[in-house]
């Protein structure tokens, strides 16, 4: 059977035989895992949300109820489900559910809107959207109802919470209905009909530089390696109590070692709704939480909070940071206020994770952002004609391996620039420490990374062209001290007519867009500048806005 590998590039034949040959892909479905996990420590404890606790035992028992709910609702081997959860316990059971029934969910975040999900939920082809209740003020089923009338695929609307409406499907009432008498005939029905380890387990989403939505398609395979490895060079063990604090949509937070990496190696994986100091502080005592991750913008809120709260933090033993560039001094300063290892990431959704390892010395640590976790990950820094840089020098980085996808899915006229021969361009600028360790010094894709959220500069160009007044635009990222960057619209009115920040955002709002993505600050110009070869110099605006003080 080929399910959904029609929108995937697979990894060539010889290649693929390296990988098996060197135990990095087991041929196993990540489902399988499940059980094997609950049979080794029953007991154990795997998942903390609140006063919700789930052992092993039970979190297969409910992943397995709701897969087989899954299957009900027609949705079988290959089918697609967009995941638009917050942090909580329905979101580790619905993921593993997914897994166990073949489902591949699509790891979307509970602050997108209709505008990123039917996009997403359209280049997926999803059959299913999957949301919290209320959730923020904000009503999430009333929103899945919207995505549905205008994705054509989809039909169910999975709702994880109260108030669920009578065409919905109630994911918590399923949880609550396990009786002990079914669980051997639920599993033997999954077991009859696992997915292969070469289907997509998962998607997740681009830090994209389009404005088209894509979509990353992670194999069982490279994806079980991806968290297996990271939580070997991360030293998770079953002692570990990681803390879910960054939206568990993102790879890292997933799978980086993540929610997947501490199931794997039996520890215990809490989540929190929200990284605000306050709850993480609390959390962190209650639970004895011994790793958390977080982007900088975050880490940067609780190292200001540990200054001036005192929180006992005692049980940390590590604290992750990546997503965006973390500052020598941010590190230091990290360093001392919270008293435990700070360890620097460099990954993406797109495959590739770098971690700095126990044994770096201090400056290494500081300094860079860590190296590979395979030894089959091949780089390759180049110029922008291609050709290796020296030694030291910076350039963009390629890479490929054995969990680096060859190709994002459905998407052959994005592949053709992304990747070549298997190569992953990843847009961001990097030079090798004479350590061994690569430093992210730039990047060359047009984005805003906006506290770790990537924003891409074309999507939002699109969005803003098409609102009333505005003749010509360009997104550009601004320094930001909090977030790291700010999104900023740079725009030439139409004659005769004013454009402010405001209606720029009613418009977005309006279209469904997600508010992160909003630009914050607004540049009116008379006319675009322009490079020698007629682009948008976007060098110039930058220029223009940091020369200037004040902006709308
Ligand atoms: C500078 N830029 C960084 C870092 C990522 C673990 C950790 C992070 C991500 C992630 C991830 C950076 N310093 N330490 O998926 O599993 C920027 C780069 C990169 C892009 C990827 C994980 N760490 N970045 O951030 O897919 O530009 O993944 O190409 O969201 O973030 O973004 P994303």
Same mark, same amino acid.
């Given at each position: 059977?080929?399910?959904?590998?029609g929108g995937?590039?697979?990894w060539?034949d010889?290649l693929?035989? #390296?990988?098996?040959?060197?135990g990095?892909?087991r041929?196993?479905?990540?489902?399988?895992l499940v059980w094997?996990w609950?049979?080794?420590?029953p007991h154990?404890?795997?998942?903390? =949300?609140?006063?919700?606790?789930f052992?092993?035992?039970?979190?297969a &028992?409910?992943?397995?109820?709701?897969a087989?709910? $899954?299957?009900?609702?027609g949705?079988g081997?290959?089918?697609?489900?967009?995941v638009?959860l917050p942090n909580g316990w329905?979101l /580790?059971v619905?993921?593993?559910?997914?897994?166990?029934?073949?489902v591949a969910?699509?790891m979307?975040?509970?602050?997108?809107? =209709?505008h990123e999900?039917?996009?997403i939920g359209?280049?997926a082809?999803?059959?299913?959207i999957a949301v919290? !209740?209320?959730f923020?003020e904000?009503d999430?089923?009333?929103?899945?109802?919207?995505v549905r009338?205008?994705?054509?695929?989809l039909?169910?609307?999975?709702v &994880? !919470?109260?108030?669920v409406?009578?065409h919905?499907?109630?994911?918590?009432a399923?949880?609550e209905?396990v009786?002990?008498?079914?669980?051997?005939a639920?599993r033997?029905?999954l077991?009859? #009909?696992?997915?292969?380890?070469?289907d997509?387990? @998962?998607f997740l989403?681009?830090?994209?530089t389009t !404005?088209?939505s894509k979509?990353?398609a992670r194999?069982h395979?490279d994806?079980e390696?991806?968290a297996?490895r990271?939580?070997?060079?991360?030293?998770?063990?079953?002692? #570990?109590?990681y803390?879910?604090a960054?939206p568990?949509?993102?790879?890292f937070p997933l799978a980086?070692p993540?929610?997947l990496g501490?199931?794997m190696v039996g520890?215990?994986v809490v989540? @929190?709704p929200s990284p605000? %100091?306050?709850?993480?502080f +609390?959390?962190?005592?209650? +639970?004895?939480?011994t790793?958390v991750?977080?982007?900088?913008?975050v880490?940067?809120?609780w190292?200001?909070?540990v200054?001036?709260a005192? %929180?006992?933090?005692t049980?940390l033993r590590?604290?992750q @940071?990546?997503?965006s560039?973390?500052a020598?001094?941010?590190y230091?300063?990290?360093v001392d206020?919270?008293? &435990?290892?700070v360890q *620097?990431?460099y990954?993406m959704?797109?495959?590739?994770? &770098?971690?700095v390892?126990?044994t770096d010395?201090?400056?290494?640590?500081?300094?860079?952002?860590?190296r590979?976790?395979?030894?089959?990950d091949e780089?390759?820094?180049?110029d922008?004609?291609g /050709?290796?840089?020296?030694?030291?020098?910076?350039?963009? $980085?390629?890479?490929?391996g054995?969990y680096t996808p060859?190709?994002y899915?459905?998407?052959?006229e994005q592949?053709r620039?992304?990747?070549?021969?298997?190569?992953?361009r990843?847009?961001?600028?990097?030079?090798?420490?004479?350590?061994?360790?690569l430093?992210v010094?730039g990047?060359?894709?047009?984005?805003v990374?906006?506290?770790g +959220?990537k924003i891409?500069?074309?999507?939002?160009?699109? $969005?803003? *062209?098409?609102?009333d007044?505005?003749?010509?635009?360009?997104?550009?990222?601004?320094?930001? %001290?909090?977030l790291?960057e700010r999104?900023c619209?740079c725009?030439?009115p139409?004659?005769?007519r004013?454009? #402010?920040l405001?209606?720029i955002g009613r418009?977005l709002?309006?279209?469904?867009?997600a508010e992160?993505k909003?630009?914050?600050?607004?540049?009116?110009?008379?006319e675009? %500048?322009q490079?020698?070869?007629g682009?948008?110099d976007k060098n110039a605006?930058?220029?223009?806005?940091?020369?200037r003080t004040?902006?709308a």
């Amino acid at each position: 059977e080929t399910i959904l590998r029609g929108g995937v590039t697979p990894w060539p034949d010889d290649l693929a035989e #390296t990988y098996r040959a060197a135990g990095y892909w087991r041929d196993r479905p990540l489902g399988d895992l499940v059980w094997e996990w609950a049979e080794a420590r029953p007991h154990g404890l795997a998942v903390v =949300d609140g006063d919700t606790r789930f052992t092993y035992r039970e979190l297969a &028992c409910a992943a397995d109820r709701v897969a087989v709910l $899954l299957r009900e609702r027609g949705l079988g081997r290959g089918a697609v489900l967009l995941v638009a959860l917050p942090n909580g316990w329905e979101l /580790v059971v619905l993921f593993l559910a997914c897994l166990r029934a073949g489902v591949a969910p699509v790891m979307m975040l509970p602050a997108h809107r =209709d505008h990123e999900l039917a996009a997403i939920g359209r280049r997926a082809g999803a059959a299913a959207i999957a949301v919290p !209740g209320m959730f923020r003020e904000y009503d999430h089923p009333a929103m899945a109802d919207r995505v549905r009338d205008q994705v054509p695929s989809l039909s169910e609307v999975l709702v &994880c !919470g109260d108030d669920v409406g009578a065409h919905h499907v109630d994911v918590r009432a399923a949880v609550e209905d396990v009786s002990a008498d079914d669980v051997l005939a639920r599993r033997a029905h999954l077991d009859a #009909t696992p997915p292969a380890a070469s289907d997509v387990a @998962v998607f997740l989403l681009s830090g994209g530089t389009t !404005g088209l939505s894509k979509v990353i398609a992670r194999t069982h395979n490279d994806y079980e390696y991806n968290a297996r490895r990271s939580a070997e060079v991360c030293g998770f063990d079953a002692r #570990t109590v990681y803390l879910a604090a960054l939206p568990a949509g993102h790879n890292f937070p997933l799978a980086s070692p993540g929610i997947l990496g501490t199931l794997m190696v039996g520890g215990t994986v809490v989540l @929190v709704p929200s990284p605000s %100091p306050s709850r993480v502080f +609390e959390t962190i005592a209650a +639970e004895r939480v011994t790793v958390v991750a977080a982007v900088p913008a975050v880490l940067s809120r609780w190292v200001a909070a540990v200054e001036s709260a005192r %929180p006992d933090l005692t049980s940390l033993r590590l604290v992750q @940071v990546g997503g965006s560039l973390f500052a020598k001094e941010a590190y230091r300063r990290a360093v001392d206020a919270l008293g &435990c290892r700070v360890q *620097q990431v460099y990954g993406m959704a797109e495959g590739l994770l &770098c971690y700095v390892r126990e044994t770096d010395p201090d400056d290494v640590a500081a300094a860079t952002q860590g190296r590979p976790i395979s030894d089959h990950d091949e780089l390759r820094i180049v110029d922008p004609s291609g /050709v290796e840089v020296h030694d030291g020098e910076s350039g963009e $980085l390629l890479v490929r391996g054995p969990y680096t996808p060859r190709g994002y899915f459905q998407a052959p006229e994005q592949n053709r620039e992304a990747f070549t021969d298997g190569w992953y361009r990843t847009g961001d600028l990097v030079q090798r420490h004479p350590g061994g360790n690569l430093v992210v010094v730039g990047r060359t894709k047009d984005v805003v990374n906006r506290g770790g +959220e990537k924003i891409s500069a074309d999507e939002i160009e699109r $969005l803003v *062209q098409a609102v009333d007044g505005v003749a010509d635009v360009a997104v550009i990222a601004v320094p930001d %001290p909090e977030l790291g960057e700010r999104a900023c619209a740079c725009v030439v009115p139409r004659s005769g007519r004013t454009v #402010t920040l405001q209606d720029i955002g009613r418009a977005l709002r309006a279209a469904g867009v997600a508010e992160f993505k909003i630009p914050e600050s607004l540049l009116v110009l008379r006319e675009m %500048p322009q490079t020698s070869v007629g682009k948008t110099d976007k060098n110039a605006l930058s220029r223009i806005v940091t020369s200037r003080t004040h902006l709308a």
